[in-house]
């Protein structure tokens, strides 16, 4: 054989595909993009009764032939055989919701009327039958020409037997497709209505369990105190509960650089190897606490359900700046990690929201700039009450609302410029509720974590590397500061002219260079630049903010907050942009932007704050 | 049919739990793509529908209706789009 034979599972969203696919393949499957979009192509190997395997695609849901969105243009363009580089599948088994026969139908007779060996899955049969549905497989398959095969995915029913008629299919894979009289939307409609009908034996009118869980969950103001409450509790996770995690993984890198330091003679090899290599891995690895326990909710609240309606509630607030209910969850988890956040952006369905979604992560007030905003607050604003609560705090809370507003002026400055399009709407399927499994949870996580150690942070740690090279070559003569000799040293000379109109004095230009690899490198390169002796975070704060009173005024202070409201410096939020659209474009722009915004605002703090006479 | 034919409005006025049936959309006034999408999900004249939810914010948007076996969510301005002819609940 000069190839394997393929298969692809096609079908409405929602119609338990992924699970099928996991249930057939098992954890032999491989996540990659198709090319030249950032549609993800789920392939695995599946073993056919006969003991011969065939490659099994998950192709991405779709309602029609007639495309609607990219992920639609892809199946389309696989099942046609359209797509360069991906030759057409073998067999075609079409994934059907048992209790949503009339809706599924549609698509499955545009599919069937293809003529190509095609296989009817017909999925969650147990969820119809707990809705009170009996049906007839015999019937369904005598209408549609094709095998019906009952499964239940999740309990591996019907595995066996859907393999058996997916071989049997195969065997007529060499043979012209047959193709049927295609009828035109309407028709199909009224046929799967039909069918549907002649298919169903009985149908009891039990209230159905989704409409209940409905009642509540999107119930005027229970809805929305039950949303809330588990955003605090995702909110609380992602922010607390993956900090101890990640002290433990830098204590752990930290713990073999010490092991290099103690084995290793000194010397330049020495550092490379701690400060470069090694403190680059620790960056990569410091975000998978977080991507974890956030795709934890995440996939947990898809595959319930549950995130269309929180999608549905939310949608009225963020349609207001051009956006849709879907954009709210990754926005939010932004506050914590931009990271996840850019990750998460991968249900939004429709491209331009997406995109601008992304573009706009970054102006979430993530947990990095928090120790920067803590550092300059403490040293410059003084700490007496405003009514009922402190100035420092406020002033927190005033940097949060900053960066907010920001995203909301700028989302919808690209939705009427650089992502502008035909407005996107809020148009959805919500599906049934349903338990997640927690196999299928695992193997998400495992995909989500490997990607991004793979992908994102293969770039992170090279640009570390690159920054550890730039900030110690040329070697430094005697008496001379290694920094001042560097490249980075260099640049940063060049830096202070340009930032000098917005108050910026060369030793912030210098700790901007490092905190390109993340903002809070800000405050140890000041530290360092000041010479601080270094002690626990609480002492080295203490003695940083008595040096920067010393050397910033405070229009200085109060610009470099602003800076850090809007800088994108923080290098995996740019290797995660790149990964998730796919080329250097859209990076490119986020960072200009960006950049072009956080000098603007940090030169009109600048020269407000002198004017007003601070 | 016992359709009340006095009873025509646009969609995004239909009461909750009111059962009725689309007699006419506006293409035109949606998006080629968003048209696709809602005729795609059953959303069509002559599809048969209730509104079961109303978004909480602002102006009871969007709305989440009920067709056949499934619940599809769109905004006010598609249903402004779209009327509907009240049917007796229960047909």
């Known amino acids: ?614 | 049919m016992n359709a009340l034919p006095d009873k025509v409005m646009t969609l995004d006025k239909l009461p909750v739990g009111q059962t009725a049936r689309i007699v006419a959309v506006d293409w035109a006034a949606l998006v080629e793509e968003e048209a696709l999408r809602l005729r795609a999900l059953g959303v069509d004249v002559g599809s048969k529908l209730s509104v079961s939810h109303r978004g909480v914010f602002g102006g009871a948007d969007p709305l989440a209706l009920r067709v056949g076996r499934m619940t599809v969510a769109l905004r006010r301005a598609h249903a402004r789009a779209m009327q509907v002819m009240l049917l007796e609940n229960g047909q």
């Not at chain 1, 700490?383 to 009922?388: A, E, F, H, K, T």
């Not at chain 1, 770039?459 to 430094?476: C, D, H, S, T």
């Open chain 1, 1 to 614: 054989m000069s190839r394997w034979h393929k298969a692809a599972l096609v079908g409405n969203p929602n119609a338990g595909k992924s699970a099928l696919f996991n249930a057939l393949t098992g954890a032999r499957q491989k996540i990659a993009n198709y090319p030249g979009v950032t549609v993800e192509k789920r392939a695995g190997r599946m073993i056919l009764p006969n003991g011969a395997p065939i490659e099994l695609t998950d192709l991405p849901g779709s309602y029609g032939l007639q495309t609607t969105s990219p992920d639609e243009e892809v199946t389309r363009k696989v099942i046609l055989g359209e797509l360069a580089g991906e030759p057409a599948p073998d067999v075609l088994v079409i994934v059907l919701d048992a209790s949503n026969l009339e809706q599924h139908l549609v698509f499955a007779q545009e599919v069937i009327a293809l003529g190509k060996p095609t296989v009817v899955a017909l999925n969650m049969i147990d969820l119809a039958e707990r809705d009170g549905l009996v049906l007839d497989p015999h019937a369904l398959s005598n209408a549609l020409g094709v095998p019906v095969i009952p499964t239940v995915a999740v309990r591996r029913r019907g595995l066996a037997e859907l393999g058996e008629a997916i071989a049997q299919a195969e065997g007529h894979s060499g043979e012209a497709p047959h193709p049927r009289a295609r009828l035109d939307m309407a028709e199909r409609r009224m046929e799967a209505h039909a069918i549907a009908d002649g298919v169903i034996i009985s149908e009891s009118a039990k209230h159905r369990l989704h409409s209940r869980m409905d009642d509540f969950l999107l119930h005027p103001w229970l809805g929305p105190v039950f949303l809330l409450g588990l955003l605090f509790v995702v909110f609380q996770a992602v922010f607390a509960w993956a900090a101890p995690l990640q002290d433990g993984l830098e204590g752990l890198v930290g713990l073999i650089s010490d092991g290099v330091k103690a084995e290793m003679a000194p010397g330049l090899l020495r550092d490379f190897i701690t400060d470069g290599v090694l403190a680059g891995v620790g960056a990569v690895v410091v975000f998978l606490p977080q991507i974890i326990i956030l795709f934890f909710f995440i996939l947990v609240l898809e595959a319930t359900g549950y995130m269309a309606r929180a999608a549905f509630l939310m949608d009225r607030m963020m349609a207001g700046v051009g956006l849709s209910g879907r954009s709210f969850i990754p926005l939010l988890s932004s506050f914590a990690c931009a990271v996840p956040g850019i990750m998460a952006t991968r249900s939004i369905t429709d491209p331009k929201d997406r995109l601008t979604t992304i573009l706009i992560a970054p102006l979430m007030t993530c947990s990095a700039r928090l120790p920067v905003y803590a550092v300059i607050i403490a040293a410059f604003i003084p700490n007496r009450p405003v009514g009922l609560v402190g100035l420092q705090g406020l002033v927190l809370f005033g940097l949060y609302v900053f960066g907010i507003v920001g995203a909301m002026v700028v989302a919808l400055i690209l939705r009427r410029s650089v992502t502008k399009g035909a407005a996107s709407g809020f148009i959805m399927e919500m599906p049934k509720y349903q338990l997640p499994r927690l196999r299928d949870l695992g193997l998400g996580l495992f995909q989500r974590g490997w990607i991004f150690l793979r992908r994102a942070g293969t770039i992170i740690l090279q640009v570390n590397i690159v920054l550890w090279l730039l900030l110690n070559f040329p070697q430094a003569q005697k008496g001379q500061d290694q920094v001042d000799a560097s490249f980075a040293g260099h640049i940063a000379n060049g830096l202070a002219v340009a930032l000098k109109p917005i108050g910026f004095n060369r030793d912030i230009a210098l700790a901007l260079i490092p905190s390109m690899m993340a903002r809070e490198v800000a405050v140890s390169s000041l530290a360092t630049t000041y010479a601080v002796a270094a002690g626990d975070e609480d002492t080295t704060a203490h003695q940083l903010s008595d040096q920067l009173k010393k050397h910033w005024s405070l229009p200085t202070a109060l610009a470099f907050l602003a800076w850090f409201v809007f800088a994108p410096q923080c290098i995996s939020t740019i290797a995660v942009t790149r990964r998730e659209t796919n080329g250097w474009k859209w990076p490119a722009f986020m960072l200009a932007y960006l950049f072009a915004l956080a000098y603007v605002f940090a030169g009109i703090t600048y020269w407000s704050a002198i004017a007003l006479g601070f």
